[in-house]
Every structure is written in structure tokens, then in C-alpha cells.
């Protein structure tokens, strides 16, 4: 062997119990060792291009032999032709100069291999110095080069999950609104139109829910793959959410929208997608918005095409809706914006309170219990009833926050009156383990708990039932009663009567208003109250106006009547009530 290319390098191990050089037959040992941590060392004599290398060199470089790497121009035959730069490079067009202890130098670069039968790509770390002879040229390179396949591999993982979603391989969320950013600059720049355009699976709650996340996961991959499949060359796709798209569509105005979403349309609906559950057949609901016309910023194109989304999913499954511009509908949003921080910051100055409605008898008239209205109490004095605020809250995720502000308020009102009170809790509140704990913790201190009782809506009640009910056991531990409030707004089954065991049905005021000339609502409220009799379940007529419709829900057997007929709501802390709600309700 060549002595001039291999050489035993003496190696310094540091250790309490080590000998400090290893030398002879210990350097077996050491070679091992560089040998399985994927190392080598080399000696560059520049001048003569001469490279030496530690023996273990052929094996960890997976090359033929010595000859391949014996000068600098022999081994940079074995680099890449991508490699940006190499070790040649480093030292010798480097502008730092030795000053007598040598130059640092750090390189990665990719090395082909030729060892027979294999052609792999190695990454490689060369660590190194070099230093300068008379002239103040390097005329000498030693270092170590390490092979970082693995950390190479996880690095790359690494950029890529930065830019790109690992179930699709398209875009991720950032990357794909750094493209339309780019996009949007690119239509003012050279006066052209692009489509932002979210594409959401039909009814992808219930694959999850059928077959699992894996499977559901499967077809929102196969969903990309296929529509990413319809897109012309330019166009980019990426992953908006957990279960949207986000579609770039180039050189597209308003016009070519519908046709491009029609072509995405037909590659989702019209073959079956197959995975490991079985087959699937899926639409899907698009919304699109074109850039400029209707927008000029990223905020703005995600803004209005979802809004569009909303609009075609309201058409039903796999439909299709652009956006276009309402002044009514930018009003409102305006409006929505400025509530929304009326809400927050109502909630930090606590400026909430309560209105009270008689619910009274409907033979004696007497008070029975009263209804405990949310309402919002504006800076000027003025006060907004729950109707106006209360749809908002629960779009931008309020709602937990009032129902559990609420709570505070209904206690003081027990704690201020020996009347009984309902009051009314959002759908998002069934579920709320924090709001029942406050609860829980406001009646077991005091003797409330049979002057109260808890409204749910119908909605609460289709939404889960099982959850519903389950709400409605936990009250009734704590001594409470339960209402399903607006009866009749969801068109549920009475079954649901049934199941949940709660104590009073409201029956929503539209269908009371216009009782005394419409048929439909009679035959509704009339067969609902006789449903409730035989349940022994109290019935609770709303927006009751006027006397004939009192008498006519009299005749029928309702219980109790509430209404502007029998009282206005006022914030005024009522009196005792006529009955307890123990026998009552």
C-alpha cells in the first residue's frame, strides 16, 4: 500500500483511565472507532496535490481504493456537479489569511460513490485548517470528513415540513400563503387576475366518525392528489386547514372560476375513492374569490373565499359559489367587528345584566317563575337584548365566556330575591365541564338550586343527544329543573321528550304569534301539549300577545303563558312568585 496516500494517524483520546496517545496495534482500536462513527482523516499537501488518508478511509468513503482520493483533483472527480462548494473551494478561493495558527474551515458537500455495485450518495462534513507556506498561499490541509447522511436526511425532512404538509406533499398552510402573496403582487404588477379558491370535503366529519382519522386521512390525501391532478401548469395547491384545500388558480378571472371548479368537481365525484375501509364516494363544496377585483391582500382573499364557501355549502353538497361584492354584507361584517369588541370588552367590565319575564299561570295569572334575559349594557346606557349578540358570540367562540358570566349573575339574583328563575344556555355550554363546575359551586352553597331551572335550545338537543341528555342527569343531581327552550325551531322527534327526562317544553313563539289563523301552528302546538300531558312534562307557551291566543292554548291544556300579554321584561328584581317551582315545574 502506498504509504504517500495511507498513513496511521496517531489519536488523542482523553479519558481518567486512558493512555493519552495511542500508537502500534492500539491504533486498530482507534480506527474502529472513527470507522464506526462514520469518520476519516485526511492530510492535503497543496503544492504536490498529494491527499494521505487514515487507512480506514476506502471502507468509510465506500470507494474502490486509495488510487480514487490519492490527490485533490482525483477526489473532486467523486464530488457532485450540484455541490455548491467544496473543500478546493474553502481553501483555495477563500479571502482569510493565515497569521501563523492556520485557517478554520467548514464544508458540506455530497460524494458520489464507485465501489462496485454501488452508486450511493454520501453526504459529507469536512472540518478542517489549512496552512500558509512562505508565499502566504495554503500550502497544507488537514481535517476530518464525516458522513451526516442521517442528519443530512432529517435536515431535509425538516425544510421540508417547513414549506410542504406531510399527508398531501402539497403546500402547507404558510408556504401556500407565501405563494398567493406572491401571486397577489404579481396580478399588480403585470395587470392580470388569479382565483383564491377552498375546497372543502362534503360531510368529513362523518367519514371521521365512521371510519376513523386513518381513513379520513386517507381520502382527504386521495382529494389533493386528484384535484391537484386537474390543475394546469402555474397553479398551486396546498393544505388551508385540517380538512380544506387552498387552490391558486393563474391567469383565471371571474368567468373561468366556474369552469375550473366544475373541472375540480368531476375529479372528486366521478370515481369512487378506495381505501383500507372500503370505498368512498365524495363531492365537495367549493368557494372562490378573483384577485384583484375582490381583493388586494392575503387577509382579504381567505376572507371572501371562505365567506363564498359558506355560500355554496348552503346550496348543498358539491356546489360551486364565487364571491361577489354586497355593500349590505360589508356593513354587517363592519357591524359584526365592532360587536364582537363591544362583546370582549363587556365581558371585562362585566357591563352584562339580567331582565326579568313572568312565566304565570295560566288560569290564575299568578307569577310562577320568571325568566332571567342576558343583556348587554352599552357605555351610553343603552341595552342590547341577547337576540342581538348572543348568534355573534357563538360564531367567535364567546359564548363559554357569557354562559359562565351568567352564572355569577343568576346567583346574585337568587341571592337578591326569593323569586325562581330560568335562564337560558348555548349549545357550546352542554359540554362545558368549567361552567357546570361554577355552577355546581354557586347552588350546593346556598339554597338555590329548587328556584332554578336551566334552559337548553332544541339545537343543543339535535346536536348530541346522548351529550344532551347526559347534561340534563348532571343538572338534576344538583336539584335543578331543565326546560328545552324554542321546541319546534329544529323540528326534532319527540322521542327526544322522552330520553332526556326533562321537566318544562317551551314551545317556540313562531309557532304562538299567529295561532289564532294558522292551522299549521295550531295542529303543531296542540299535538306537542298533549305529547308533554302524557310525559307529565310542563308546557311553557312564548310570545304569547293576545287573549284569544291565551284561551285557545288554555282550552288545549298548556300550563303556563309568557309573553308580552302577561308582562314585559324589566330589569327590576321580582317578588315572590305564587307557587315553588317544586310543585310548579
Known sequence: MNSEIFFEMPVELVGPDLPGIFTGRELVGAREILTAVG???????????????????????????????ATGRAFASLLDPANLTSRHDAVLNGTSRDTGQGVPYEVQYSLRTD??????????????RWYAGADGRP?????????IN??????????????YDELT????????????SQAISATKRFRTSIAFMIVAIDNFRAIN??????????????????????????????????????????????????????RFHAAVRDEVIVTGAGSVALTVSIGGVAMPRYGRTINEAMARAQEALHFARLRGSGQFAGYVHSAGRQERRRDNAEMSSELVAALTERRFGLAFQPVVDVTSRAPVFHEALLRLNRPNGESKSAADFIALSERLGLIRLIDRHAVDLIAAALAGSTASFAFNVSAETVSD??????????????????????????????????????????????????????????????????????????????????LATNQDDQVFARTLIDLARNFDI????????????????????????????????????????????STAA
Open 39 to 69: 469518520e476519516v482523516v485526511y492530510d492535503w499537501a497543496i503544492p504536490e496535490d498529494a491527499l494521505r488518508w487514515s487507512s480506514n478511509a476506502p471502507e468509510v468513503l465506500k470507494i474502490s481504493g486509495f488510487d480514487r482520493i
Open 115 to 128: 465501489a462496485p455495485g454501488n452508486r450511493e450518495r454520501l453526504w459529507i462534513e469536512d472540518i478542517g
Open 139 to 147: 500550502a497544507r490541509a488537514h481535517g476530518v470528513l464525516r458522513v
Open 150 to 163: 442521517d442528519r443530512y436526511e432529517r435536515d431535509q425532512r425538516l425544510a421540508f415540513l417547513s414549506r
Open 169 to 180: 406533499g402539497y403546500s402547507n398552510r404558510s408556504h401556500l400563503l407565501e405563494t398567493l
Open 209 to 262: 366518525e365512521a371510519y376513523g382519522f386513518d381513513v379520513a386521512d386517507q381520502v382527504f390525501a386521495a382529494v389533493a392528489r386528484r384535484i391537484g391532478a386537474a390543475l394546469r401548469e402555474g397553479d398551486a395547491i396546498g393544505r388551508y386547514s385540517g380538512n380544506k384545500l387552498g387552490l391558486i388558480l393563474m391567469n383565471c378571472d371571474e368567468s373561468s372560476m366556474h369552469a375550473a371548479a366544475e
Open 433 to 514: 365541564s368549567e361552567w357546570l363546575g361554577r355552577l355546581s359551586a354557586c347552588v350546593r352553597g346556598h339554597d338555590f338550586a329548587g328556584r332554578l331551572i336551566i334552559e337548553i335550545t332544541e339545537t343543543a338537543v339535535m346536536r348530541n343527544l346522548e351529550e344532551a341528555s347526559r347534561f340534563v342527569a348532571l343538572l338534576h343531581d344538583l336539584g335543578c329543573r331543565v326546560a328545552i327552550d324554542d321546541f319546534g325551531a329544529g323540528f326534532s322527534s319527540f322521542r327526544s321528550l322522552r330520553e332526556l327526562d326533562v321537566d318544562l317544553v317551551k314551545i317556540d313563539g313562531a309557532f304562538v304569534e299567529d
Open 538 to 581: 310542563k308546557t311553557v307557551a312564548e310570545k304569547v300577545q293576545n287573549e284569544e291566543t291565551a284561551a285557545i292554548l288554555a282550552g288545549w291544556g298548556v300550563d303556563y303563558l309568557q309573553g308580552s300579554l302577561t308582562g314585559p321584561a324589566t330589569t327590576v328584581l321580582p317578588a315572590p312568585v305564587a307557587a315553588s317551582p
